[in-house]
């Protein structure tokens, strides 16, 4: 059974690929500290389940934010671009905004939010005139999305972060184009979504590297 289907239906699938001897090698590959985070995240998913969506929200968007160090992925991992899983995120206690929405995105999933109401949003970020990824969430469709982001760490929705231009969002099921309230039109991509396939493909695979 592949990670991402773990990922991506229920919490005790997802225990039950974190073996002992899983653990085990991954303790030897990133450290003790490293195990006490990911039992910590274990504990956060198996502990909430019965939570509503904004409970979940705030509990995800609070562990990355508060316990991963924001790092760029050239000193972090010798690379202009890496999308790190979320055991590599957590093992390495570090990453930049992708590894945060990903992780978000991931956990979010596991706690059973239904990924039709996730997105991974690229964005400007104004004040820094840099691309930027959150994470935004929407109840229905024609909502305005609440924005989960690690610059600005307190979830707001949309219209209320005058910062951030959005550009365009995707999860698993493909890319949309954004649009002022944060959701928009279907489209086929290929950067971004390489990208996605190739963490999906790591995740399947259980793989993990070390950073830099």
Known sequence: MSTFYIFANSATQLFEFLTPEFLSKYQQSYGDDALDRINEWKALIADNQDENDWNKLHLVNDFFNQNINFINDVHHWGAD????????????????????????????????VDQNKLRLMYVRALEFNEAHMVLIYSEEPTEIPLVLDNIKTKIRPAHKRKDLKPIYS???????????????????????????DDVVSRIEKGEFKQAK
């Open 170 to 196: 995707f999860n698993g099921d493909g890319l949309w184009l954004a649009k002022a309230r944060g959701l928009g039109k279907k489209v086929k991509g290929k950067g971004s979504m390489a990208l996605w």
């Open 81 to 112: 671009d890496y999308w790190a899983t979320p055991l590599e995120f957590i093992g390495t206690q570090g990453g930049d905004c992708e590894d945060y929405s990903i992780a978000k995105y991931f956990t979010l999933k596991a706690l059973g």
